[in-house]
């Protein structure tokens, strides 16, 4: 019996096997199915998907034997390997003296015809073969090795999505650990940010109450301009973070939402504000939607309504309509005039159009960041309209589901 020689790209091809993280796994439908319709397609009662390792041959599909593996010093497939592009056929090992002698030949399973087809990667590697045996001699037609071929094809393409499932796998598994991590450090960086901050805000406050009298109206601005500008970085640091969190969110599943308990839900929100009143024009009474997603919506429109009314009554109305495709959803009053041309720049981080709202107070410019990255997540857009009183209209639009989508 001759034994084969190794491989002459051994450690490589070895390397490339080890790739597909294959060796030992559990029998898997798919690779059982090509066996079978091999052994049915050229008669035979023994098919194989045989991968050869470093010191022996592994079967990941077998019909008609018990074995997991047999040494590779035996397996007529690591002489097949040998060719990646040629079909290897003994049809009748007890007349080749490289077999004649083999114990696979000699004793159980008693082979005496083989015909493999190299199971060959993009790479040019062949990791095994598709092969199918019998204990008595036998000639294959054109038509049942071309069979043979195109089976082989499928097992790679098996293999192929495997690897690519396994490595995809691997990938979200350490995007999450990555995310994980990152989330850790935000709010440790978030606290290490804001510790020194509030020390500053705070001694400039005790330095203002303590040594104001003798500062003057100079010394007392440059205090009250640290104190702004302590506060203006705190609050971007929290919308950051806030901004960050919404992602999370976002991936929440939809439900049916009752609009009339939603903006009562809402309108507890900005219960501290006087005379705010929030009305809802809808003759919808429910939407299919991500509640926190549109929860987060409606506040922000709300919340940059009030930031640009000058008057200290507030009647806002939200109406919220439907197509065959989407909700939409807008506002009677607008929170900044402005050219239509610049509004896409308020949905940058960071970039705001107007410098104090009507308490004063500047904002940290996430609010409507956040509405733009909200309604694109639910496949929906965001406009601004002109209307007939010179202000502007916000207009969401969120995506409805079809109802196969909703019964999942």
Known sequence: MKIQDVHLKEKERQAELASYSILDTLPEEDFDNLTAIASEICDTPISLISLIDKNRQWFKSKQGVLAEETPREFA?????????????????????????????????????????????TENGYALGTLCVVDS???????????????????????????KKKIQLEDTLQNLKERNEELERYEFISVHDLKTPLVSISSMTQLIAHQYGSLMGVNGLEMLDSIQNSSQKLKNLISGLLEFNQKENQLNESKIWINLSTLISEIDQIFSLEDQLNIKLNSSIQEIYANKAATHQLIINLIANTLKAREQMVYDIEITIEEDETHYRFSSKDVSIKEDLKSHQRQFQLIEKLSGKDKFGKIGNGIGLATVHKIVEKNGGKVEMQPTANGKNLFVFTLEKLEMTEMAK
């Open 76 to 120: 007529f497939c690591s002489h097949a390997i040998e060719d990646e592009e040629n079909i290897f056929v003994i049809e009748d090992a007890r007349e080749d003296k490289r077999f004649k002698f083999n114990p696979l030949v000699t004793g159980d399973p008693n082979v005496v015809f083989y015909a493999g087809v190299p199971l060959v």
């Open 136 to 162: 008595k001699p036998k000639v294959l037609t054109e038509k049942q090795l071309n069979s043979l071929r195109a089976l082989s094809n499928q097992v790679m393409k098996l293999m192929e999505l495997r």
